[in-house]
């Protein structure tokens, strides 16, 4: 998919925080099958087609540890 070369220059388009990839459980949160999200977990950011979607209105926001 993303490479770790690649990877790590995302940050995101809101804070400039880095990003890695999501996690099962923030995925499953912000109800995306593939995804970035920030360091602090805040917002997920969804790939499609390979493609990251780091535009701030694609952004989804979930409360990190919130079930």
């Given at each position: 998919m993303l490479s770790e070369r690649f990877l790590s220059v995302l940050t995101c388009p809101e804070s400039g925080q880095p990003l890695r990839l999501a996690?099962?459980?923030?995925?499953?949160?912000?109800?995306?099958?593939?995804?970035?999200?920030?360091q602090d977990g805040g917002i997920?950011?969804?790939?499609?087609?390979?493609?990251?979607?780091?535009?701030?209105?694609?952004?989804?926001?979930?409360?990190?540890?919130?079930e």
């Amino acid at each position: 998919m993303l490479s770790e070369r690649f990877l790590s220059v995302l940050t995101c388009p809101e804070s400039g925080q880095p990003l890695r990839l999501a996690t099962a459980e923030e995925l499953a949160r912000a109800k995306c099958e593939h995804g970035l999200t920030r360091q602090d977990g805040g917002i997920v950011y969804p790939i499609q087609e390979d493609i990251p979607m780091l535009m701030a209105e694609y952004g989804v926001r979930i409360v990190p540890g919130a079930e």
